[in-house]
Structures are given as structure tokens and as C-alpha cells.
């Protein structure tokens, strides 16, 4: 299985980029793992937050193949624990998924369109993060849950 991470928007902050870069490093010891990023839509302040949304969706639908599963990362989305999360991770493998591709939405989250493409919905917590730091606490809990599953010393009960 390969898993994908799309995200809107390039994260400017370097240090949160170097965590980034270091986890997504540790990550390919374990799967196929890309984090593609969607440049921001230019000239928002001249639409409205629907057609940001719409713009923003078909830019993520321009980046899925037909056989890719669709997860958001939404706020109303299913909360796991890392365990329930590695579990979550060792099903999807098990299905016979190809490619799992995780979405990161703008500022006001996701169009109807992709809402009706996804195949779920998962929240990382309660609390809201940027998103720059969603990205890297999204990689690190999936670098976690192959750690689990690999009955690895990282994560501790």
C-alpha cells in the first residue's frame, strides 16, 4: 500500500518543515510515502469562502487516480488512539487498498464534492492546529502506528 499526504499551502516555518522532512525520512523505512503540496489559490480576497472551497476541491480531485481511497482530515472526523490509529492503518493494508491518500483542506475545509468523494474521515483531536503543524502531527502519528506494528520500542504503553 502506498499512502499519500495532500496539503494546501507550503509551510513557511523551517523548523516545522525540518520535523517534517525528518519523520516522512523515518516513514520510508516502513511504506511508499508522499506529501504532496497544492500551492495556494491566488487572489482569495476576490472570492467568497464557497468558491475558495471549490477551487481548492477540484485542485485535490486533480490529484487523485480513480483507485486512491479518500480520507479527510476533518475535524468531525472518527478520533483514534495511536493503537486504534495503527490498527485503522494495518485494515486499510489488509483491504487491499493501493494508494491511501489522506487530504489537509484550506482554511475553511473541504467542498461538497470532496465531502461526497471520501471514503472517511479522520480527526487527529478536538483541539484546532494550523495546518502547517497538522502536517507534521499527522506524519508522526502515522510514523507511530507503523512503529506499533512493527512492535518497535518508539511508542510506550
Do not use: C, W
Request: aromatic share 10%; no cysteine.
Amino acid at each position: 500500500m502506498n499512502i499519500k499526504l495532500i496539503a494546501i499551502g507550503k509551510t513557511d516555518n523551517k523548523s516545522l518543515q525540518t520535523l517534517i522532512d525528518d519523520y516522512t525520512k523515518r516513514l520510508s523505512f516502513y511504506i511508499k510515502f508522499d506529501l504532496e503540496i497544492i500551492p495556494d489559490i491566488k487572489n482569495v480576497k476576490n472570492l467568497s469562502e464557497s468558491q475558495q472551497k471549490e477551487k481548492e476541491g477540484e485542485l485535490i480531485l486533480s490529484k487523485l487516480a480513480p483507485t486512491d481511497q479518500l480520507i479527510l482530515l476533518d475535524e468531525n472526523g472518527t478520533t483514534f488512539s495511536s493503537i486504534g490509529f495503527s490498527d485503522y492503518l494495518q485494515k486499510k493494508m489488509n483491504s487491499g487498498v493501493k494508494t491511501l491518500v489522506f487530504v489537509i483542506g484550506g482554511p475553511y475545509g473541504f467542498s461538497e464534492e470532496i465531502y461526497k468523494k471520501a471514503q472517511g474521515k479522520v480527526s487527529l483531536s478536538e483541539m484546532t492546529f494550523s495546518h502547517q503543524m497538522v502536517r507534521l502531527f499527522f506524519i508522526e502519528q502515522l510514523y507511530r502506528g507503523f512503529t506499533i506494528l512493527k512492535n518497535e520500542p518508539y511508542h510506550h504503553q
